[in-house]
């Protein structure tokens, strides 16, 4: 894996800020995207802009092969057994959505529960939130380590015999753990409860095989992964994608249309409501493939090898707190003594250093943690030591500044 070789493919590092290098730290909110996928996406729109599936004219067939080519690539990057269990979507957050308004709804009841963590993000929360306020079905949390990881024996005394759901997220947004998914899966399915994967920060980072993982369903963004925005994946076992209901009805989706009735088209079609999202698709096709080319083992390895560096200049700042455990994913949450997330934010953004400050869509997380915002900075494959070390150059220099000043 060559860093320099890497970072020549990503024409928005190569840039100044504030009169600085740009140093992209944030890329668990939306990573860069590199030149194979813009030109994937410039190309449709020169060369062969249509709509898919309806025509039989040339454009129309290249652009159905490009959009169904990108399936079938999505099928092998996440190792699903069709492409009829992978469903395109706007993003995580609506596979989340469809699962919980399509297969939750009609699963759950009064009196069972739905179970999910406390690192969750908002976008598998909410929906949960509203499936529990609809059904009568209680919510559960499963309680968190003094480090930010789960303990096996806590799912085990969280889910019970009247669990139907488990939603847990793969890797942490906050605190970079990386969940234990398949033992939970094991756990959910002792008890007849379906297991739902949030993959946003897992698919752009590891290797990712739902069939070994043995999930129900697993959600994940192009964003995050060097693809376009506004293109995502809902992957669900082919048996329980059979027997929910669309819930989005429109063209595409059907199959007869009556006046009083329509039946749907069969998998992943009746999913997909609407003209879809046809260059995000073969956008996230030619990330696929770039990462693939890179290789995920290579973007692993080297993401954790940037979050231990990390996580070792950082002890040296005083006044830090860190939180999350150990071994992580690329991902450094962290606050200053005395001084405010955006604040280091704003500093950090005068010397060209993007990080991210908030709640990061984890606001019961932030409770739990007894804070109320951190600062957050992310890696990926094109970010490098020399970076780490001007960042934490100047999250010294900030806590300077603030401690002389106040």
């Known amino acids: 894996m060559n860093i320099h070789d890497i970072r020549e493919q990503f024409p928005i590092l190569h840039q100044e800020v ?4 740009l140093v992209y730290l944030d890329s668990a909110a939306t990573s860069q995207k590199p030149l194979k996928v813009i030109e994937a996406v410039d190309k449709y729109y020169r060369e062969y802009n249509s709509n898919v599936h309806r025509g039989v004219h040339t454009l129309g067939t290249r652009a159905t092969d490009g959009y169904e080519g990108a399936r079938e690539k999505v099928r092998k990057f996440i190792n699903a057994s069709s492409t009829e269990e992978v ?67 806590e799912v085990r005394n969280t889910v019970t015999s009247n669990t139907k759901i488990v939603a847990v997220m793969h890797v942490s947004n906050v605190l ?32 990712v095989d739902v069939q070994d993982l043995d999930c129900d369903f697993y959600a994940f963004s192009g964003h995050k992964m060097g693809g376009p925005t506004g293109i995502g994946v809902l992957y669900g076992k082919k048996a329980l994608l059979e027997k929910m209901e669309p819930v989005e009805f429109g063209g595409e989706m059907i199959d007869f249309v009556n006046l009083y009735d329509s039946t749907w088209k069969e998998l992943p079609w009746k999913f997909e409501g609407g003209t879809p999202i046809i260059a995000g698709a073969i ?32 002890s ?38 993007a990080v991210r400050a908030g709640h990061h869509c984890a606001q019961p997380l932030m409770k739990y943690l007894n804070v109320s915002a951190t600062a957050r900075a992310s890696f990926y494959l094109y970010n490098t030591e020399e970076e780490i070390d001007r960042f934490v150059s100047s999250l010294i220099k900030t806590k300077e500044y603030f401690t002389n000043v106040f």
């Open 176 to 207: 970079g753990t990386i969940n234990p998914v398949k033992e939970i899966a094991r756990i959910a399915h002792e008890n007849e409860a379906v297991m739902v994967v949030d993959g946003a920060q897992s698919a752009p980072h590891m290797k």
């Open 283 to 314: 956008g996230l096709g030619a990330a696929i493939d770039f990462l693939e080319d890179v290789g995920l083992d290579n973007i692993a390895a080297h993401e954790h090898k940037l979050a231990q560096y990390a996580l070792e200049k950082l």
């Open 87 to 153: 469903i395109f979507t706007r993003g995580t957050t609506t596979a989340l959505n469809t699962i919980a308004a399509s297969y939750g709804r009609a699963n759950v009841g009064e009196g069972d529960e739905i179970v999910i963590t406390y690192m969750e993000h908002h976008s598998n929360i909410i929906p949960w939130q509203q499936v529990a306020k609809a059904t009568g079905a209680t919510l559960k949390y499963i309680p968190l380590t003094d480090d930010g990881s789960l303990d096996l024996e």
């Open 18 to 21: 504030n009169g600085n290098p």
């Open 316 to 353: 040296t700042v005083e006044g830090i707190t860190i939180y999350g455990p150990k071994e992580r994913a690329g991902v450094v949450t962290f606050n200053l003594d005395e001084v405010h997330p955006h604040d280091v934010a704003t500093v950090l953004d005068a010397e060209g250093i």
